[in-house]
């Protein structure tokens, strides 16, 4: 749920945490008339399904930051990816 604004992409890391699983953390940065208005934070449990050419997020955080590094609100999500060719 954004207002008119533009989120710039996300960048991060993944961390192997076993046997095709993984946690992931990003950042990006929402603007407004080219000024900081939130930052964005996604902490994410990926699992590699068997094929290895898709994911699933069952588990993740969205945190949003002022630009002081405020909290201002929070939610949950879940995913899936498909590798294309």
Known sequence: ?????????????????GYRTYDASSLAFITFNG?????QKITQKIDLDDDRDSFTVT???????????????????NAA????E
């Open 59 to 77: 588990d993740a955080s969205v945190q949003f930051y002022d630009p002081t590094g405020n909290l201002v609100r929070t939610g949950c999500a």
């Open 81 to 84: 990816g498909k590798r294309f």
């Open 35 to 39: 000024a900081l208005t939130q930052t």
């Open 1 to 17: 749920m954004f207002y008119p604004a533009f989120r710039g992409p996300g960048h991060g890391i993944w961390k192997r945490t």
